[in-house]
């Protein structure tokens, strides 16, 4: 600022080599000479001479200047000090601080805020040269004022990290429901990967929870024009498979339940969702042509097809992660074909070019032109990859996967696939529950006990003193609970029910046998008990609980219990309707 304000002063001297000095103020001898400074500023009442009065140097004196050496420099007797108002002039244009007479009200400059607006983000010119044009037209500031005023009008050129934060946050959403986004600022396209690219850095750095709030106000966002339909080839392997972990960032992004909510918990929303509802009458469906029952499983997989649509309108990561897991365990191979040539027909008709239909697309192609085994293979080794992942390392939020666990064992009348689903049920991480502060409300609390049981249940094969105590904790919890407690009770029961089943299978006390194996079936009777006589299509695994009856009862010896049971299953069969129609969606089990 002193050498700015120096070079400002030394343009009034007559010799360009010489400062301009001014006597101390205090002297009253010989004047001791000092160079004038910003910190010194002339009296205000020294007379203040014109631009005029300063001495011009003559051609004269020019050229003894030059012939002499430096010391020999001709200084006037009482050297022309300019005014205070020249020089503060002078100084705020050189360093930017504002002279009182450049201060403006908010008022004013609303009044050209339209005018700035146009010249500086419409017009794109610097804003040295708009400071130049509302200079001309009588508006004079500072560019500290100017950026200042730009900072709470939202007038910007470049990208913030703020807003690159709420523009990704808007992109995942809507990439989630299938929709390409573009941002445009000051009716320019928004470059969010050359940003990212500066900085060097991904967008998964920038990863934020909860949902966008809404955009500042120079930044739009809408859905660019249809590209040209391109050909789409059969993708390779690894890239289905980071369609499917790019799918899950975005879904899981997405947040489906409040950040806040209990891990446990979110799966239990899961439980009353539509899309939910259609992916069981699909696997239904799948049951019921496996035992011949081609009307009712026709009626039910129509209505599941009716409301698959939901995978793009209402998308979720519990939908992706139920979608494979069904697809893995189905026993008619033409619904899998179906499932998947239906969703990439209906992305390619709403033209969701997205990641998600991008994804149905591909694993559509790459069915079409593989083995089906060889397919199968490849969506398993997906699946448990994601389950395998690290969250930290891929742009999950945390905590992705143990919300995800409970989404494993949601129970269907017939696994077809039983050592490959276990596999998978193995790589839940019951510690992962844990972690967090524990549920205290009797609610929460019995899903995490009903979890617990789950997970320990399949990794032990039901043996032990806790999967024994769990079970009899949430039966005795269920009773305190107001909602409908029918799903606890039969995770409580069918675990019971194995606990005996397992200890049956290992003794040869035949007392013991004996013992067991009248426990074991007393808690499969309770169990299908609660259907018998009427259907429920979210609790069809219930019939293939009268189908384990039978087996049991026959492995034990007991073929007139046995045929019983059979002959109970046959008639809950004959209960499902034919014209079956779903009713109303959406309610909790």
Known sequence: MHSDFTF?????????????????RGS???????????????????????????????????????????????????????????????????????????????????????????????????????????????????????????????????????????????????????????????????????????????QYDLVEPGLAENLPENLRCLTPPPETPKTLHAPGTLSLQELILQCARDLAWNWYTPPDTPLVACAAHYRGDELRCAITDITNADWLFSVGQYERGGAMCESGFQSLHLMFQKPSIYGLVHLLITVLDASNKGVVKEIWRYLAAYSATIRADGPLG???????????????????????????KLLLIEETHSGLPADTLPRLYPILFIPRAYQYKAAPYRRLQSRCDFARLVQGPMPTAVEELTVFQATELLILGNQTMWQGDRVFELANTVLENTKGIAYNTDF?????????????????????????????????????????GVMEGQWDPDMGYLLGELERLEHWYREAGDVAQADAAHVRWKKALEAIPKNFVRGKKGVLH
């Open 28 to 202: 009253v001898s010989t004047p001791v000479m000092q160079t004038l400074s910003p910190e010194r500023s002339p009296p205000a009442s020294d007379p203040s001479p014109s631009r005029s009065s300063i001495s011009q140097p003559s051609p004269s004196d020019s050229g003894a200047s030059r012939g002499s050496g430096r010391g020999s420099v001709k200084q006037d007797p009482d050297p022309v000090k300019p005014s205070a108002i020249h020089l503060q002039t002078v100084f705020s244009s050189q360093t930017g601080e504002a002279h009182p007479s450049q201060q403006h009200s908010a008022q004013v400059w609303e009044t050209h805020k339209a005018e700035i607006r146009r010249l500086y983000l419409e017009e794109n010119r610097p804003l040295k040269e708009v400071m130049s044009i509302m200079r001309q037209k009588g508006f004079r500031a500072t560019v500290r004022m100017y950026k200042s005023r730009f900072d709470k009008w939202g007038f910007s050129k470049n990208n913030s990290k703020k807003d690159v934060i709420a523009m990704l946050q808007v992109q995942r959403q809507r990439n989630a429901v299938g929709k390409r986004t573009a941002f445009h600022r000051n009716g320019k396209e928004v470059a969010i990967d050359a940003y990212l690219r500066r900085k060097g850095i991904s």
């Open 8 to 24: 400002s002063v030394n343009n009034y001297i007559p010799d360009p080599n010489a400062k301009m000095m001014i006597p101390y």
């Open 488 to 528: 606890f009770v039969y995770i409580a029961l069918t675990s019971l029910a194995h606990y005996h089943r397992n200890q049956f299978l290992t003794t040869d006390d035949p007392v013991a046998r004996a013992s067991n194996h009248q426990l074991s079936v007393h808690y499969l009777e309770t169990i299908v």
């Open 358 to 384: 991008r994804l149905f697309q591909g694993i559509w192609k790459y069915m079409s032109t593989h083995d089906y085994d060889e397919y199968w293979e490849f969506i398993f080794e997906c699946t448990e």
